[in-house]
């Protein structure tokens, strides 16, 4: 995946300005720009064949969201990924998101929601045969979008969007080889199942087991990629986080 493909995966009705953040903010989820990487306004303006203006924008937008580190006299970087951040970010989408599978346990979600999210289940199991891991990664962002919006929490889903960049990012450097794509999607269907049947608890139960998963995959992740990560981290972080 090039950064001038997923720019061209994006064509529709947003404007230039928000299409080019999206792209750079996927771009880095996906490391398509690698933690610690030098951007720059001219290159990447040339690669998309857009003006420098909105670039610079996106830069901006970017630092704001703790992507990237704009440096005066230095230039332009790919944040390195924050093992606190991370810790921090899946503490929040964790609690946002054990409340909105309660709410749908306990009130019911529609007909359409629940074919919904079976369809997704679908589409999930066949990036198994496939192994094609992007696929999953885009579907899985659905998967539980479907869920917020599925009990009308449409502002709990914009908070998760907004705290995850750092999250994504060790989620999708964590497929294929330290979480398996089945595990998950038996997790997804958990979680549906529990919906169906009304079990507030095991939903809840499920939902945190999903995403706790981030903290097994952690460790190992820093060990084999320590060029991704910030120096200095507390070792202890993912024991507290874990209790």
Known sequence: MTLQALWQETRGGDSVRQRLYQVLRQSII???LVPGQALSEKEIAETVSVSRQPVREAFIRLS???????RPQRGTYVVKISQRAVLEARFVREAIEVAVVRQAASQGVSADTLNELHDLLERQRRCITSNDHDRFYRLDE????TLSLGV?????WKVVVEVRAQLDRVRYLSMPDTTPIARLID???????????RNGEVADEVMRLHLREILASLPDLVRRFPEMFESQQTPSLVEEASQ
Request: hydrophobic residues 55%; proline residues 0%; glycine residues 4%.
């Open 30 to 32: 996906r490391m398509v």
């Open 64 to 70: 704001e969201a703790g992507l990237v580190e704009v």
């Open 142 to 145: 659905i998967f539980h979008r």
């Open 152 to 156: 009308e929490q449409h502002a709990a």
């Open 187 to 197: 997790q997804h269907a958990a979680i549906v199942s529990a919906i169906e049947d």
